[in-house]
């Protein structure tokens, strides 16, 4: 919501300085580490330069921005925060070393994204030891049904929902030529995922990348649907090893599933 759509509701907000801080924020992690000008800021805000400078001031000397000769991107503290918020969750903190332990996995890349809406947000990444580069960076995110990881968590939601959560977002984006853009296409998808018990990506978010992803089970009823995916790249990738994965993230599930069953250590 810009703030100009703000202004015109009158007194409502309570604490608008925040809340534009807030859009300032926003506005830097969707230009993906592309420089924002002052000038770009102000005119996203409908607020004058003057104005967005102060608040940018503030912003800047807390971290939370950064600025350079092409303008302002998000600070340090950004990831900071965003490290906090994933290690608040059980799972992630005991992640890394579950994967690193596994002999299937440890040279992957495995990582831990949550559901927000209709996109699967990464929390967390194993990087392996892998040559390539390969799978999502820490806090980016990919519309749910492209991605092995957003697949397997929309699999444990009903069909209702399912079309529910998804109807503004259809259709969904074609990034790759294998990318799924409909509804209709996506249910037959998450059947096979119930009746596997894991989700594979044939290159839906990226070309040349198999996922392969199963769900978590939440430690606490307060816990967002997470799951752990692997990133393969699809020239070393086979059936067999697809399955080899797949049952490998399974075990991985299970030992972070109960935190009493001593599977986490």
């Known amino acids: ?26 506005l830097l992690a969707e ?17 004058a330069k003057s104005s967005t400078a102060n608040l940018c001031a503030v912003l800047e000397e807390g971290a939370m921005i950064e600025r350079d000769s092409g303008g302002y991107r998000l600070g340090r503290r950004t990831a900071e925060l965003g490290g906090a918020y994933a290690q608040q969750f ?14 299937v996995l440890h040279r992957e890349v495995v990582q831990i994204a949550m559901l927000d809406g209709s996109d699967a947000l990464y929390l967390a990444r194993h990087e392996g030891r892998s040559p390539y580069r390969l799978g999502t960076p820490l806090g980016s995110r990919l519309p749910a049904p492209l ?30 030529p294998e990318s799924t853009t409909t509804i209709a296409e996506l249910l037959p998808q998450l059947a096979a995922v119930r009746e ?7 290159g839906g978010s990226f070309g040349g990348i198999v996922g392969v992803a199963v769900a978590l089970e939440p430690w606490a009823p307060a816990d967002p649907p997470l799951a752990i995916g ?21 075990e991985i599930a299970a030992a972070l599933t109960n935190p009493l069953g001593g599977g986490a250590g």
């Open 31 to 47: 230009a993906e580490g592309v420089p924002t000008t002052l000038s770009e800021i102000a005119r996203a805000l409908g607020i």
């Open 230 to 250: 692997a990133a393969l790249p699809a020239e070393h990738v086979d059936e067999e090893r697809i399955a080899e994965v797949g049952s490998a993230l399974l």
């Open 1 to 26: 919501m810009t703030d100009m759509t703000q202004s015109a509701k009158g007194d409502r907000d309570p604490a608008p300085a925040v809340s534009r801080s807030l859009r300032i924020l926003t």
């Open 196 to 202: 596997r018990g894991f989700a594979i990506d044939h």
């Open 147 to 176: 991605s092995a990881t957003g697949l397997v968590l929309l699999s444990r939601l009903g069909d209702a929902e399912v079309r529910s959560l998804l109807h503004e977002a259809e259709p969904f984006p074609q990034l790759t």
């Open 90 to 103: 059980n799972q992630v903190r005991e992640f890394y070393g579950l994967v690193a332990a596994s002999p």
